[in-house]
């Protein structure tokens, strides 16, 4: 089992820039993917960013050139790197890993709020 702390969300004014961190704890063996999803008010959840095998990176396309994700050196932290944000970006943003037996954890979130 894998645990996972999000850290970093909070209020900023549209344009300005947060930096999100997800760190996993426990049974970390054939990890592959990390990612990080969201979900905005009324609306379902859906992928942000993913990193697989520490390099291979996909964006959603609302995200793609203003977000950046990344993993840390120990490989059990993932960043994510949200610039020029947008009122839309307003969601609670959760992280996610994956090992490849398709064995998967989730982290409890953390809000992201962007003012117009």
Do not use: H
Not at 11 to 35: E, F, P, Y
Not at 70 to 82: D, E, R, W
Request: proline share 2%; glycine share 12%.
């Amino acid at each position: 089992q894998v645990q996972l702390v999000e850290s970093g969300g909070g209020l900023v004014q549209a344009g300005g820039s947060l930096r999100l961190s997800c760190t996993a704890t426990g049974n970390m063996w054939k990890i592959n993917t990390m990612a990080w999803y969201r979900r905005a008010p009324g609306k379902q959840r859906e992928m942000v960013a993913t990193i697989t095998n520490g390099d291979s990176t996909d964006y959603a396309d609302s995200v793609k050139g203003r977000f950046t994700i990344s993993s840390g050196v120990a490989k059990n932290t993932v960043f994510l790197q949200m610039n020029s944000l947008k009122p839309e970006d307003t969601a609670v943003y959760y992280c996610y890993v994956r090992n490849s037996l398709g064995m998967d954890s989730w982290g409890k979130g953390t809000l992201v709020t962007v003012s117009s």
